[in-house]
Structures are given as structure tokens and as C-alpha cells.
């Protein structure tokens, strides 16, 4: 589906650390100087999930196919980077264009590690970053307000006068320090302002980057960036990005050994991908066969013709009609044929709403 998040906080954090650990088939330069990463990298990652390997198990296909989330590591941002300071016009043209935004945050004191912003301070850090971003949207939003004043002035065209409204609100909102998505508007008012793909709306994650020490327990840094973390409703993964770079070039052999030592029952980044994998508000939902087991990925509440569209377009096209099954039923009754006389296997039509983990098979006709 082509859907990315933007690993992004200040320099000499962990990004390109972070982005190389996750990423299958890229690695990021990684270095202790401002501004290493210049032009954004991407990765394709596999989202681990135990579901496909169980599936696979039973039905012993050819193929084992994961799905997959698009992860890009983007240059580190500095105060004034919405002026232009930095890499600033870079950087967030960058963000601009990623679903969801990583944020890493560095909660660890290492005085051989470059830092300018004074001590470690996870709650001023983040403060920079958004700054940055809402100072850069309050520009966008109020452009666009000069744009439609006149129209809105004009007592007749109550639409004008609705979108200005909402543009004011969201003015409102970056003057006062706050990012957009705290405001709860509807999908129709979000789409008056969708034009200007406002970087504070995004939806955002939290990486802490740790001490070795600290992998399991966290620390005060940690804690403190939680705790504010939790008043905005969003989510802190706790890390340590250089052992999780370590894990991630490890034979497989050799990382539960490793893993065992600092006592982690998996990498930490499995945890990180699968919350950038909800963060996105995406599903996954499976194809099961001889031929291969594979795993879909499709938006939350999305119908059983927009599920098949990510087969193929002809699918949802000449949808006629869907076979599912439940993982779990799968799961007990061994095949498709057992769930079929056991009367698991359901027969769906357009409008059926796909759920986490079905077990699919479409009908068409084109």
C-alpha cells in the first residue's frame, strides 16, 4: 500500500541507528556529526506476526510471504529548521510526505556522543521538534486563510464561511503551542485543510532511546517522556537502538542467545513495528494455499472489494463474492475443507467489513 513512517528527532539521537535495525534492505550511514543523513533512506520491513508462521505450518505452502511497512530515515532537525536553519526546508518537505511519524528521543547521558541542546532533556527535545513543525504549519494555515477571506467575508457562501472557521480553529491551536491532531474534527471538516497535509497532524510514536541498563525498567528520562507522552494519548517504545542494530545483523541462530543475555524474549523492534503497524490504523488479513501463505495489509474498516483490491484491481472490479474463515477457526479445525463441514468457512458479500486475521478467498468475474 505504500504507507511510510518518517523516523524523525533531533541529530545524534539514534535514527539512522534505529533505521538501519529495522530496515531489511537498506542501511543508513550512521554517524556522530550534524546532519549525516542528507537525502531521506527508505527500507522495506516485514511486520513480524506469529499468525502467518502458524498458518504456514498447517497448510506447508511453497511460499511464505510476511506484509511489509516502508521505513525512512529523515535528516536530523535543528531549532529554526521551519526558517530554513539546518536542513530545515529539506527535512520537512520530507515529513510532509510520510503517513506517520517515529520519534526517536534520546533519554541516555554519553558524554562522547555530540549534543548541543545541554542535558539530556527528553521534554525539551520533543518541544523542539514540534515547534518546528507547528511554526511551519501555522504558515501553511494562515496562506490559505488569506486566500479564502474574501470568499468567507461574502454573507451568502456558507461554505467559505465553515472552512474558514475550521482554518481559524486550527490557527488557534499552533498559537497556542498545541498540535492539530488534539483537535477532534470530523472526516468532512479534516478534508478542508487535507490540501495542506498539516505535519502536526500526524500521527506520531515515540521511541526512548535507553541505556543498556535500562532496556527492561526504562529510566527517569524514559518515565518523563511517558508520562508526557501519555497526556497527548500517544505511545513510548523503550530501546536501545545501537543492541537493536546488533540483533538485527545476527544469524537467527544466534539472536535468542543474545537476546537471553539482556532479557529480551524478542527484539525490541518487533514491538516497534507492529506499533508503527497500528499506528497506521492497519489490518492484516490472509491468503492461505499450496502455492503460498501471505499476509495483506488493508486500512480498518475496510470492505471485503477493497480487501481484494490489493490482490489485484480486477478483484474488486468483478467482486462477486468472499469464503472466509476465522484465524482462530483455521487455527483448530486444520483446513479449509474441516472449516467448510464444520460450517466455519462464511460466505461474504460487498458489504462485509474485514476483520483482523480472516483467512480470505474471492470470487470474480471480469
Keep these: 500500500m505504500g504507507l511510510q513512517c518518517g523516523i524523525v528527532g533531533l541529530p545524534n539521537v539514534g535514527k539512522s541507528t534505529l533505521f538501519n535495525a529495522v530496515s531489511n534492505n537498506a542501511k543508513a550511514q550512521a554517524s556522530n556529526y550534524r546532519f549525516c543523513t542528507i537525502e531521506p533512506n527508505v527500507g522495506l520491513v516485514d511486520v513480524p506476526d506469529d499468525r502467518l508462521n502458524k498458518l504456514a505450518e498447517i497448510v506447508k505452502p511453497n511460499k511464505i510471504i510476511p506484509t511489509t511497512i516502508e521505513f525512512v530515515d529523515i535528516a536530523g532537525l535543528v531549532k529554526g529548521a521551519s526558517k530554513g536553519e539546518g536542513l530545515g526546508n529539506k527535512f520537512l518537505a520530507n515529513i510532509r510526505e510520510v503517513d506517520a511519524i517515529i520519534h526517536v528521543i534520546r533519554c541516555f547521558e554519553d558524554e562522547n556522543i555530540l549534543r548541543e541542546e545541554g542535558g539530556i532533556n527528553p521534554g525539551g527535545d520533543k518541544d523542539i521538534i514540534d515547534t518546528e513543525l507547528q511554526l511551519k504549519d501555522l504558515e501553511s494555515v494562515e496562506k490559505k486563510m488569506q486566500r479564502i477571506q474574501k ?23 499552533l498559537n497556542d503551542g498545541k498540535n492539530i ?61 545501537s543492541i537493536e542494530a546488533q540483533i538485527s545483523e545476527m544469524e537467527e541462530e544466534d539472536k535468542e542467545l543474545f537476546q537471553s543475555e539482556y532479557g529480551l524474549t524478542e527484539p525490541g523492534l518487533n514491538r516497534l513495528i507492529r506499533s508503527a503497524y497500528k499506528l497506521l490504523k492497519l489490518i492484516t488479513y490472509f491468503t492461505a494455499g499450496v502455492q503460498e501463505v501471505r499476509a495483506w495489509t488493508i486500512h480498518e474498516g475496510w470492505k471485503a472489494p477493497q480487501a481484494a483490491s490489493v490482490i489485484h484491481t480486477d478483484f474488486e472490479k468483478g467482486f462477486i463474492k468472499a469464503e472466509v474463515i476465522s484465524y482462530n477457526d483455521y487455527l483448530h479445525y486444520k483446513t479449509e475443507a474441516a472449516c467448510r463441514e464444520s460450517g ?6 460487498k458489504e462485509y467489513i474485514v476483520k483482523d486475521g480472516d483467512v480470505m478467498h474471492f470470487r470474480f468475474n471480469v
Design 151 to 173: 470568499q468567507a467575508q461574502v454573507s451568502s457562501d456558507v461554505k467559505a464561511k465553515h472552512e474558514y472557521e475550521i482554518l481559524k480553529q486550527c490557527r488557534d491551536c
Design 181 to 241: 491532531r488534539s483537535l477532534k474534527f470530523s472526516k468532512e471538516d479534516k478534508l478542508l485543510f487535507a490540501d495542506l497535509c498539516f505535519l502536526t497532524d500526524k500521527p506520531v510514536l515515540y521511541v526512548a532511546n535507553v541505556d543498556e541498563v535500562s532496556i527492561l525498567t526504562g529510566n527517569k528520562y524514559s518515565e518523563a517522556l511517558t508520562k508526557i507522552a501519555e497526556d497527548e494519548g500517544a505511545q513510548v517504545i523503550i530501546l536501545n537502538n
Design 344 to 349: 466455519k468457512l462464511r460466505i461474504e458479500g
